[in-house]
């Protein structure tokens, strides 16, 4: 299973946010972190592979079907997606609303075999003691990490996750992330993280795409990425790419004098 996004260009009413947008396929199993500053555009392409932005041109295709013009309701079957901001019914507890997440796709009837998925998941993220909380009672956190539980409980082909650690402390960034990667070595969808944190993105994922104003800079494995002069050009700063004596990369990064 791939996906695959030719000469893709999105936006809203008249402005265009994606510029001729390519990225060469993204294989079952990849943990892919999509890097860039605020307002590059990375919110609009998730937006438009998950169908809440039809595009102005080009292509998306998954597993070679042609899904550019699929309804939202038929491409939330094969993608999943979680936006920065979500919101929860407040009268849920955490396991009802990620069942619900659960049964968005299919019938309405819940089998053992669903609460058993949610369970899992839950566990999974170390949810499982909040299981029973109302999500009014959440802090900031724990509702991100629930969202993240609704996304991932669906068993997608594509999960995308836009900015999924912004609101979290590091243990929880790091639980996260790695749930994340587990899931996408096990289960083998495509996932796509929006990350700010260029050093999470360089712990965990295969392959980094740096997109700035629209327009895809580069795409590749971290260690060549990260080395590149455009990251600190895009960020405006000063980096350096360095190993730390567990041998990780990590990017120094200051601002320019």
């Known amino acids: 299973m791939t996906l695959h996004i030719e000469h893709l260009a999105a936006g809203y009413g008249r402005r265009k946010v994606l510029q001729d947008v390519n990225v060469p396929q993204i294989e079952s199993g990849d943990f892919v972190g999509l890097i860039g500053p605020n307002a590059s555009g990375k919110s609009t392409l998730f937006k438009t592979i998950a169908g809440l932005i039809a595009p102005m041109c080009g292509s998306i295709s998954l597993a070679g079907d042609d899904i550019t013009h699929l309804r939202r309701r038929d491409r939330a079957h094969r993608i999943a997606y979680m936006p920065q901001a979500f919101g929860c019914n407040a009268l849920l507890t955490v396991f009802e609303t990620v069942l619900l997440a659960l049964k968005q796709t299919g019938g309405w009837r819940v089998q053992s075999d669903n609460l058993d998925r949610v369970s899992d998941t839950l566990a999974a993220l170390e949810l499982g003691h909040l299981s029973e909380r109302g999500i009014a009672d959440l802090s900031g956190g724990q509702a991100q990490m629930v969202a993240v539980a609704q996304t991932l409980v669906r068993a997608p082909e594509v999960v995308l996750l836009d900015?999924?650690?912004?609101?979290?402390?590091?243990?929880?960034?790091?639980?996260?992330?790695?749930?994340?990667?587990?899931?996408?070595g096990r289960r083998k969808p495509?996932?796509?993280?929006?990350?700010?944190?260029?050093?999470?993105?360089?712990?965990?994922?295969?392959?980094?795409i740096l997109l700035r104003d629209g327009k895809i800079l580069a795409d590749g494995v971290p260690q060549d990425i990260l080395a590149r002069p455009e990251i600190g050009e895009t960020y405006n700063v000063v980096t350096d790419l360095e190993r730390t004596k567990r041998g990780a990369l990590y990017v120094d990064a200051r601002l320019s004098a």
């Open 190 to 208: 495509v996932v796509i993280a929006a990350l700010h944190d260029l050093n999470l993105a360089a712990k965990f994922c295969n392959r980094l």
């Open 163 to 184: 900015e999924p650690t912004s609101a979290l402390d590091l243990h929880h960034q790091l639980s996260i992330m790695t749930s994340v990667k587990n899931e996408a």
